[in-house]
């Protein structure tokens, strides 16, 4: 067992009694380093290896700009749908009580099971002219497969359990005396939920809105089938990354991936401030 | 609080692993990777089965072929990166010369190694449209009539997008005689009218077939039959264009890879044998223009029909080399034109 | 039967519909037929698709596509991926939630943001890295196969992209359970004599059960059904490196639609099975995971 030297002033760990720091920590760095950091450090290794010209001119290609346009868009306002019905999801799954209810509750995690190739083959042949909701849509002028809509769509299946999972055991500890005391204190239902409620809410919605996001931004599996694919209109950038590679341009595909790598991580250390932030302060 | 039994769960990680470890791969005496664009999965699936009944008569050797497929620049990319193929068999020359210049795994001559500049199959491109052709579509001006909708693949991504590029340029080009600027705006134009641009020709098919999109799609001959056999013929009908372009999707074996294993000779034999009777039939049967008709009955060319085709080598052209950095290169012509939502 | 105990606290006499601490009737039943509208269009249309477009044509084209050895070969493939890829994230996910449940030291929120990273990098950039690593133009790759060793196109390649994808499951399943649930236990029977390992084995694990259970379930549905990261490393070989989301790919663009959507419809199985033994987990043991999750 390794403890790092306990120095005045500045402890790399605090005390413990436990054992096994060394070995788990030690195990997990290794395991991280040979799955994760070495595969990812490659690729940035090989987009610094172009020089800050050659990744600036491809960092601001048109077509790279809008094809990250899209995926932070589509991402965007999949998260923003999510956060709404996700939330409303879970407080029904909490609150009420129905017939149902567990199947219900495990359907949520669907999306997380289901291959995300089944998914989009499925949500194309739904939403396409000729599919079951296509055909119900086409009569009123909308388009859903094969247009940036039909991502938004792919992106809310991918993406509700996220807000729905980080949303509910928040719903579940709520405590009820918090809201008889706002109750008694003359508060109307909507000033309850609005006011006492939904701020302690808040951390967990954004979390979810955030984990959301960040898969939606890099899904491919579901959307390719269902994008249309158009550049400059429904090309999203992994899809971008793919075509440069069949292109043979791998400076290009490295560059894009470096730059949604670079995003991924900044939101997730975000989150993950959010998260031991909104522990410290409600925990 | 329960006691948990934790062996149960070891118990049945172990015997999981131990259930799927023993399901190994069983090989046959000889192996051979065919790594193959879309189109050709029926005629490989044919051909294989053909080609290793042969070799056994031959040789008394037992040969295995795999097959991969998928869009011709993917296939090329992923050889290039170390897929072990025996021999490509793609949809461009260009895809073969990248792997020719990146990995120098197959002799910059390939193209002149087999006959008719290695291609043993030629094609071309045709309409494919709803039955009855309510758009009264007959030539490669009838494309951009307004509200008309034509379904083709991304040409940066897949090999028969970038002949049916080629094969309106060509038309284009003798329609407006040369003028380039107008050449530009035709396909520009074209291009205006293509609601989905799939990766790959396959993708394009199961778009305009399976969901419905569009009025016109644009494909290789003998995938415009396949359609007709798998979504029946009540359908679609099939518009033979006045001119197109002669698209020879060429083969080649790897070289290095070959030698590397000690399949040159299996793998020759593959690729000499698709010039073979048989082979010209097979062909033949799956819509392919084979390269030597003299081989194959007079009633299984009756179905491909003449057409004036204008072939990459033409001087408006000027050959495989010329045009793939000219047309689809990185700011090439094709992006250049290429611009929706503007 | 199934007992709701620990939910019970929710207001549900039909009798008290006006209270200050639940909604009005009217808005219940409106906000749950609202949840229920969506849930079925976004998640219950899909899944009925899969099944409603596998058996269009009858059984004998499902069986047909399912015991075509091509087919048999992909699910092969895609179990023994989930069997390698799912106990060496396990066992990380063991490891990592100890050492950063139970501890307090520096950098901890950026170890946590390492982990979490696979979840939020695409599964494209997932393969390419990969690619990078051990293609033809690597420095690793052709090293290797001097010594007859292929990561990349072959069983190995498409190992590690998949344990890349599903790394931080089961750690993440793991690590705010255990947060929760303190060190107390641990201490207490420490303090009693027993040795690490047997802390852990008699006190820890009986703990996480559940979460680690639930973590392994949904490691194992996403190594089974990874698509862009495997397609990117597959290199597509019939019967050989083709896992079963590949296979419905090939399958969809041989026009095969029925043959797609009935191995489709065998993941699909594979995820509702995955729902349905997590639900059982839930209801059977409701007061052990409460009581994991509360105290």
Redesign the interface.
């Known amino acids: 067992m390794t403890t790092a030297p306990a120095e005045a002033g500045w402890r790399f760990r605090q005390p413990s009694v436990i054992p096994g720091f060394g070995v788990t920590l030690g195990f997990s760095l290794t395991y991280l380093t040979l799955i994760i950091l070495i595969p990812l450090s490659g690729l940035v290794w090989h987009t610094a290896a172009l020089g800050w010209a050659d990744f600036w001119a491809i960092a601001t290609d048109r077509r790279t700009i809008k094809a990250l346009q899209v995926s932070f868009g589509t991402a965007f306002v999949a998260a923003a749908v999510n956060v709404v019905f996700g939330t409303l999801v879970a407080w029904v799954l909490v609150r009420y009580r129905f017939p149902g209810r567990r199947i219900l509750d495990a359907m949520v995690d669907l999306p997380f099971a289901l291959p995300t190739a089944v998914a989009g083959i499925a949500l194309t042949s739904l939403y396409a002219p000729k599919g079951w909701v296509g055909s119900l849509l086409a009569p009123l002028g909308i388009k859903v497969a094969y247009t940036p809509l039909g991502i938004v769509i792919a992106l809310i299946f991918v993406g509700l359990p996220f807000v729905v999972r980080t949303v509910q055991p928040i719903i579940e500890e709520i405590d009820r005396e918090v809201e008889e005391a706002a109750a008694t204190l003359g508060a109307n239902r909507f000033q309850t939920i609005s006011r006492v409620l939904l701020p302690g809410l808040t951390p967990a919605i954004v979390t979810g809105f955030a984990l959301a996001f960040a898969r939606g931004v890099g899904e491919y599996g579901s959307v390719i089938f269902i994008a249309g694919n158009l550049p400059y209109v429904s090309e999203i950038a992994p899809l971008l990354i793919v075509i440069r590679l069949e292109e043979f341009h791998y400076a290009a595909a490295t560059g894009i991936a470096t730059i949604m790598l670079a995003i991924s991580f900044l939101m997730l250390l975000v989150i993950n401030l959010i998260q031991s932030w909104s522990r410290k302060r409600y925990g | 609080?329960?006691?948990?039994r934790?062996r149960f769960l070891l118990a049945g990680?172990l015997a999981?692993?131990v259930q799927?470890?023993i399901?190994g791969?069983a090989f046959a005496d000889t192996t051979i990777?065919n790594v193959s664009y879309?189109p050709t999965?029926e005629l490989y699936k044919d051909y294989n089965a053909a080609f290793a009944k042969h070799w056994k008569a031959e040789t008394g050797e037992t040969v295995t072929i795999?097959?991969?497929?998928?869009?011709s620049?993917?296939q090329?990319?992923?050889v290039?990166?170390?897929?072990?193929a025996d021999v490509v068999t793609l949809a461009l020359e260009s895809d073969i010369d990248?792997i020719a210049d990146?990995?120098k795994k197959i002799a910059p001559d390939w193209r002149g190694k087999l006959p008719n500049n290695s291609s043993p199959y030629t094609s071309t491109i045709v309409f494919l449209v709803r039955k009855g052709n309510p758009k009264d579509i007959k030539d490669w001006g009838d494309l951009v009539k307004d509200d008309l909708q034509v379904i083709t693949p991304?040409p940066?991504?897949s090999g028969g997008a970038r002949w049916n590029y080629l094969a309106a340029w060509a038309w284009a080009h003798s329609q407006f005689g040369g003028d380039e600027a107008k050449i530009k705006d035709y396909i520009a134009s074209l291009y205006k009218h293509?609601?989905?641009?799939?990766?790959?020709a396959?993708?394009a098919?199961?778009?305009f077939?399976?969901?419905?999109?569009g009025d016109v799609l644009l494909a290789w001959e003998n995938e415009a039959y396949?359609?007709l056999d798998?979504?029946g013929a009540d359908q679609f009908d099939i518009v033979i264009p006045p001119s197109s372009i002669l698209a020879e999707p060429p083969v080649a074996v790897v070289d290095g890879n070959v030698d590397a294993k000690g399949t040159r000779k299996v793998a020759e034999a593959y690729l000499g044998y698709l010039y073979s009777e048989e082979g010209q039939r097979i062909a033949a049967k799956h819509h392919y223009r084979p390269s030597k008709p003299e081989l194959v009955p007079a009633e299984d060319l009756k179905k491909l029909p003449e057409l004036k085709l204008v072939s990459i080598d033409d001087p408006i052209f000027g050959g495989w080399k010329k045009v793939q950095p000219e047309h689809f290169g990185?700011g090439g012509i094709f992006d250049q034109l290429?611009?929706?939502?503007? | 039967m199934v007992d709701l105990s620990y939910t019970a606290a929710a207001d549900t006499s039909p009798a008290s519909t006006v209270s200050a601490t639940t909604e009005g009737r009217t808005t219940r039943w409106a906000l749950l037929a609202l949840a229920l509208v969506f849930l079925a269009v976004f998640l219950l249309l899909p899944l009925v698709l899969v099944f409603a477009e596998a058996f269009k044509r009858g059984w004998a084209p499902y069986f047909d596509t399912i015991i075509d050895p091509d087919t048999i070969s992909a699910i092969r493939l895609t179990l023994l991926v989930a069997a390698i890829a799912v106990p060496l994230n396990l066992v990380f996910g063991v490891a990592a939630a100890w050492a950063i449940a139970k501890f307090e030291f520096k950098g901890k929120a950026f170890l946590t943001t390492l982990i979490d990273l696979p979840f939020s990098v695409s599964p494209v950039i997932s393969g390419l890295v990969y690619v990078l690593l051990f293609g033809a133009n690597s420095v690793l790759g052709p090293w290797l196969k001097s010594y007859g060793i292929e990561i990349l196109f072959a069983v190995p390649g498409i190992v590690l992209a998949t344990i890349f994808v599903t790394f931080p499951f089961v750690a993440r399943e793991l690590i705010p359970l255990m947060q929760e649930q303190g060190t107390g236990d641990e201490e207490a029977a420490l303090s009693l004599g027993a040795n690490g390992w047997q802390t852990f084995w008699y006190v820890t694990l009986p703990n996480i059960k559940w979460g680690l259970l639930y973590g392994v379930l949904l490691c194992n549905a996403r190594a089974m059904g990874e698509f862009g990261a495997v397609s990117v490393v597959s290199g597509h070989i019939r019967g050989l490196t083709n896992t079963m989301p590949l296979h419905v790919e090939i399958l969809y663009n041989e026009y095969n639609a029925v043959g797609a959507f009935a191995v489709a419809s065998l993941l699909a199985g594979l995820a509702l099975v995955t729902l349905v033994l997590k639900t059982i987990l839930e209801i059977r043991y409701g007061h052990a995971i409460a009581a994991s999750r509360g105290h």
């Open positions: 609080m329960t006691q948990f934790p990680l999981g692993a799927f470890g399901l791969f990777l879309d999965r795999q097959a991969s497929h998928g869009g620049g993917k090329a990319r992923a290039i990166d170390g897929l072990n990248a990146k990995t991304n940066k991504t293509v609601p989905v641009l799939d990766t790959g396959r993708g098919t199961v778009t077939a399976e969901r419905g999109l396949l359609a798998e979504f990185d290429y611009k929706p939502g503007q």
